[in-house]
């Protein structure tokens, strides 16, 4: 097994105060693998730019300059995002997208004290096997 080591220590990472990241799961459950370069970048910058709900305003013009796109380039890169399920957008609202998997059209929980519906806790205690099935009773 390799052993890691902190190559340059005088530039080590540290949480900044205004904080933003990039899910491991992007590559770990391959979603990176379902989107070319510019759609990449264009996620790059969302994360980068995005509030802690994953919201940001950037225009279209900005954006493009930014990434050095033009604006058709922009627009497939926004359009492979969508479809990947990464982000969803409405002019001019991006929002980047929790990678949490979902099940049967249900969305992700945030993890911010959101209420639930009794049946989607059930039925999530039982696809996970949080709860025991209920046993007949005994003659």
Not at 28 to 40: N, T
Not at 77 to 93: D, K, N, V
């Amino acid at each position: 097994m390799k052993t890691k080591r902190v190559l340059c220590p005088e530039r080590l990472r540290h949480a900044p105060h205004r904080f933003s990241w990039i899910d491991q799961r992007l590559v770990r459950d391959g979603h990176i693998v379902r989107c070319g370069p510019q759609a990449l970048a264009l996620y790059l910058l969302l994360v980068t730019v995005a509030d802690a709900q994953g919201l940001s305003y950037y225009s279209d013009k900005t954006a493009a300059r930014l990434l050095s796109l033009n604006e058709a380039g922009l627009r497939e890169a926004r359009r492979s995002l969508r479809e990947a399920g990464l982000i969803a957008y409405e002019s001019p609202l991006y929002q980047v997208l929790s990678l949490e998997p979902t099940s049967a059209g249900e969305q992700p929980v945030a993890r911010t004290g959101q209420t639930l519906p009794i049946s989607a806790i059930l039925r999530r205690m039982l696809e996970t096997g949080g709860a025991q099935q209920p046993q007949p009773p005994s003659p």
